[in-house]
């Protein structure tokens, strides 16, 4: 008895104080459009370093769920945060939807980025409010 309870004070702490996977990096305020709402989150342990030249960019796995339309978009989106004249970048490599279920369906697949030139934004305000800062904001900041 002694044993198995020691398991489950064990199994329960360990996950207490496990990171949590998805944490919000922005919301769209309640004073916009209802259907603009959403609360975007990124998936920590999705974030990873990725060569590219002599540059590394990060991936990272984000999902925004938007109340009014009882859904959630995933997108994998690949962040530059220096070294390059560009930094700081961002592009979206994949887009899709979770179903109710919560299997993902993926409905764009842009593929890997074959050089800087592929980023599709470039020199992001990293002060201006909005969630491709935002993001850039949140990487950065867990990897620098």
């Not at 409905?107 to 934004?121: H, Q, T």
């Amino acid at each position: 008895m002694y044993k198995v309870f020691l398991a489950i004070i064990l199994i329960v702490s360990q996950s207490a104080f496990a990171e949590t996977e998805w944490v919000e990096f922005y919301h769209v305020p309640k004073t916009a459009n209802p259907y603009d709402q959403a609360v975007y989150y990124a998936k920590l342990s999705s974030i990873q370093p990725v060569k590219l030249g002599a540059a590394t960019y990060f991936l990272v796995e984000t999902k925004h769920d938007i109340e009014i339309r009882k859904k959630s978009f995933y997108e994998q989106s690949a962040v530059l945060c220096s070294g390059e004249e560009i930094a700081p970048a961002l592009s979206i490599l994949k887009m899709g939807d979770y179903l109710p279920d919560g299997t993902l369906t993926i409905s764009l697949d842009n593929g890997a980025l074959k050089s800087i030139s592929d980023f599709s934004l470039t020199k992001l305000d990293k002060n201006k409010p909005g969630p491709f800062s935002s993001l850039v904001n949140f990487v950065c900041g867990r990897v620098q």
